[in-house]
């Protein structure tokens, strides 16, 4: 039978949007949580409160991802080949083992991390004072790895509107229970909205995942022993990615503290929010439906390839006009944000969404080693990237200062690209397609320009070619990812608007000499 490449294209494509637009409309709810949240942390609580929050997030990343052995990970994977599988009672087995390790890891991990309470607080200020609030975070812990466990196996079923309501609610319970805490009790409240929020989280994530339809299972011992360590053997590489990630931006935000105090810490804390605020919602949706989606062809080095160049160019296209919206309009985004007072991190924002331009072009590459389950490789690179980011901060912040950081992740980025880049090419015969190659090369280099008018140029006019820029890639993006679609997938209203923008496109076209 002959396969119809074009339809299976569109269709492939109309997948990415669809479970894209999924996240990214609870993402636009997020956003505006975000919003009202930061807003309220920052007129309550200013830079220094700001980072004290940032401080005790950046622990809580480190130590669950310890804790919770790589299992929110290796158990979407799991939970994806069960149910591709299409044997009811292998999802039983997986998701039953899944749930029951969570609530383990994360009574191992709550326990640790009250008894090195007072080390971890010598590590992060130097002193004893914050102790006993690590010692009531570790609460939190237990929440997340069982919180965790939950949500990978509605990702791992592939139910995106589900995932996209979870996000929508915990953004709302952040901003609900934080605020009024904050307001009441000022910093010292910090921690106790932290453990509320965790609480909040694991409750709608149990939520959705009871609504999974799972065949009633028992577990023997053995068939417990033999499903927990297929999801170890996956979640070790995991965990000690994750390891290495929040271990880095642990270590990274330490040294901002040791280098210029508290306050600098806050403004590091909200440039790097908003610097992932917009393109974050694309990555998520990659970690969501993508990475799933790409497992379940991960013996076909040309499907592979074909649906990672698909979601590069989705990607590229969704993220590149916002991220040059952020570039453009960072101090007004810092101001709506949080406050006049966090202006100084407005040239720390704009390296942010200049890696992130970067990590945009090189996460689709990265899930084929992942979707492959090429574990060696995937560690090594884990091990390189910890090692190139902690060393180019420990240089940058020491001859920078907090805008340090960002340059650091930048050219973090730089070296990751090339690298991802070599390594699939090597590993799958990886090219990026035509397409890509030409949104590679106008949308990284229009970042450069834009970056570098806001140096060297007045401000008027280094404004007015970013927004020129946001608005002409913008209008290209809409035109053409409305175009990777079938037409039938637009609403009528939609469809007739594009058609006379096309019209009016070729019009003036046509009338340039």
Same mark, same amino acid.
């Given at each position: 039978m002959a396969v119809d490449v074009h339809s299976t294209g569109r269709q492939s494509y109309t997948q990415i949007l669809k479970s894209t637009v999924l996240i990214g409309g609870s993402s636009v709810v997020n956003?505006?949580?975000?919003?009202?949240?930061?807003?309220? #942390?920052?007129?309550?609580?200013?830079?220094?409160?700001?980072?004290?929050? !940032?401080?005790?997030?950046?622990?809580?990343?480190?130590?669950?991802?310890?804790?919770?052995?790589? #299992?929110?990970?290796?158990?979407?994977?799991?939970?994806?080949?069960?149910? !591709?599988?299409?044997?009811p009672d292998r999802i039983a087995r997986t998701a039953t083992a899944l749930r029951r390790i969570s609530v383990v890891l994360g009574l191992l991990g709550t326990l640790v991390m009250a008894l090195l309470a007072a080390p971890i607080a010598r590590w992060t200020f130097g002193d004893d004072q914050h102790a006993m609030a690590f010692r009531l975070l570790s609460l939190v812990i237990l929440f997340q790895v069982m919180s965790g466990g939950q949500t990978a196996l509605v990702q791992g079923v592939r139910d995106i509107a589900s995932l996209a309501r979870l996000s929508m609610l915990g953004a709302l319970f952040s901003t609900v229970i934080s605020i009024p805490i904050i307001y009441l009790y000022g910093e010292k409240g910090i921690v106790a909205s932290l453990v509320c929020i965790a609480a909040a989280t694991l409750a709608t994530s149990w939520w959705y995942s009871r609504k999974i339809e799972i065949k009633p299972c028992r577990l023997s011992f053995r068939d417990l022993q033999f499903e927990v360590a297929g999801l170890f053997k996956l979640g070790f590489i995991f965990m000690v990615s994750g390891f290495l990630t929040f271990g880095s931006a642990y270590a990274i935000r330490i040294m901002v503290l040791d280098e210029a105090g508290i306050v600098a810490a806050g403004l590091y804390q909200a440039a790097w929010s908003l610097g992932g605020l917009y393109a974050g919602f694309i990555l998520q949706a990659m970690g969501t439906d993508f990475y799933p989606r790409l497992t379940g062809v991960a013996n076909d080095d040309g499907e592979c390839n074909r649906l990672v160049n698909e979601q590069t160019q989705v990607s590229v296209l969704l993220a590149g006009p916002g991220l040059l919206a952020t570039l453009t309009l960072a101090p007004a985004i810092m101001h709506a944000f949080y406050s006049p007072a966090f202006y100084a991190a407005v040239d720390l924002l704009r390296w942010i969404c200049l890696g992130m331009m970067l990590r945009i072009v090189a996460w689709p590459i990265g899930f084929i080693i992942l979707a492959k389950g090429a574990q060696r490789i995937f560690f090594w690179t884990e091990v390189a990237a910890t090692i190139v980011h902690v060393g180019l901060a420990w240089i940058c912040v020491k001859a920078f200062g907090t805008v340090g950081a960002g340059i650091a992740f930048f050219g973090l980025y730089v070296w990751h690209s090339i690298l991802i880049y070599w390594i699939a090419r090597r590993y799958t015969g990886f090219r990026y397609s035509a397409i890509n190659r030409i949104l590679v090369m106008v949308y990284l280099p229009l970042s450069g320009l834009i970056f570098l008018a806001f140096q060297f140029l007045p401000v008027w006019l280094a404004a007015s070619m970013g927004c020129a820029a946001t608005a002409a890639t913008g209008l290209y993006s809409l035109k053409t990812l409305a175009e990777l679609l079938p037409p039938e997938a637009l609403p009528r209203v939609v469809r007739t608007r594009l058609g006379r923008a096309a019209l009016a496109w070729s019009g003036s076209v046509r009338q340039v000499p």
């Open positions: 956003i505006g949580f975000s919003i009202i949240r930061n807003k309220a #942390m920052a007129l309550l609580l200013g830079p220094e409160g700001v980072g004290l929050i !940032g401080l005790y997030n950046a622990t809580i990343d480190i130590v669950h991802s310890v804790a919770g052995f790589g #299992m929110n990970a290796s158990g979407v994977r799991q939970i994806a080949e069960s149910v !591709g599988s299409n044997d």
